[in-house]
């Protein structure tokens, strides 16, 4: 009978484990919209210029939220504490009211100095966010819609920001954050090696040119272009160190020593990656002359582990699969398709958290 009841209780206890994780799963999208709030609202840099830990009265005056909202506001911030974007604490001289400080995340990319929230409010947006509910229809529907973004907005990514300027802007400004975060951190610890050789480059999706001008600004005598497609690049004003070229990578990409390729071949399929590539070979010159793609992806390790960053490459995959027919690659993916656009050799450096700096030659 003993043994009875221990079978049950397992069994219970499964369930209820089962049930609360499906539960967590379920409500996971809560913590980003929370997060959200909390920038759209700006709390981060309320806290900042505080200071110190904010109390709660004197955060919910700055924000002007109304006493009947102030439970609301003060269970969204306890949930953000429990995620680790805040850390709450008792006033001294008032141990029943609690205060918000921040933490290693929002003191390092929540900030309105910092420049991770452009992409944020990109990834967040209801354009963005409202494709993943038809994802199930998507997968099972024959049809004209290359993306689950397509199927909800019916137009694909940059066809949309072609005709709609918001989103063109919003868009634009979340790849110019990243790409500002992204300049200074290889700038400040390999600039010398990538950018030193080099007398011109080419930033093919450059967008409104961040990464090409701090790459112009730390090495002047580097002459960089940006290229993109038209209407991109139409409100971008060149410099004496930066060209804005409208064009299709598709078609032809200005010749220079090295391209630079950020974040732009895990929106295209292999058959893409490959044709555009191909492009790139026909810009630069052979190894032996200086010449060199760079490439600013992914490198996914596929070793099917529990942490939070194998977890956060599984996620960045599946946001590739939503708005475009691209993916995040393993090395032996990337492999495949750098043999296919004749290309030799290449190294990878892991130098910027999920994602490396991949240099490949002829």
Partial sequence: ???????????????????A????????????????CAIDL???????????????????????????????????????????????????????????GLTAISSTVLLKEKSMLPFLRLALDPVMTNPWQCLGRWLTTDGAATTPFELMNGKAVFELAGEVPEF?????????????????VIIRDRGDDIFRGLSSLVDIGGGNGAMAMAIAEAFPHVKCTVFDLPHVVASLEGSAKVEAVGGNMFEFIPPADAVLLKW?????S???????????????????RGGKVIIIEM????????????ETELLFDMLMMCPSPGKERSEQEWKNIFAAAGFLDYTIMPILGLRSVIELYY
């Avoid at 919003?170 to 300049?183: E, K, Q, T, W, Y």
């Avoid at 490959?274 to 790139?280: A, N, P, S, T, Y």
């Avoid at 490198?299 to 194998?310: I, P, Q, T």
């Fill in 1 to 19: 009978m003993g043994s009875l009841t221990n079978v049950r209780e397992h069994q219970a206890e499964e369930l209820w484990q089962a049930h």
């Fill in 21 to 36: 994780q499906v539960w967590n799963m379920m409500l996971n999208h809560i913590n980003s919209m929370s997060l959200k």
């Fill in 42 to 100: 700006g709390i981060p840099d309320i806290i900042h210029t505080h200071g110190e830990p904010i109390p709660l009265s004197l955060l919910l005056s700055k924000l002007s939220i109304p006493p009947a909202r102030a439970d609301c506001f003060r269970r969204i911030m306890r949930l953000l504490v429990h995620s680790g974007v805040f850390a709450q604490s008792t006033i001294s001289s008032n141990e029943t009211e609690e205060a918000y």
């Fill in 168 to 184: 063109n802007n919003l868009f634009n400004d979340g790849m110019a954050g990243d790409a500002h975060f992204v300049a200074s």
């Fill in 264 to 268: 732009v071949l895990h929106d295209w």
């Fill in 270 to 288: 292999d058959e893409d990656c490959v044709k555009i590539l191909k492009r790139c070979k026909e810009a630069i010159p052979c190894r032996e």
């Fill in 299 to 310: 490198v996914m390790k596929l070793d099917n582990g529990s942490s939070e960053l194998d």
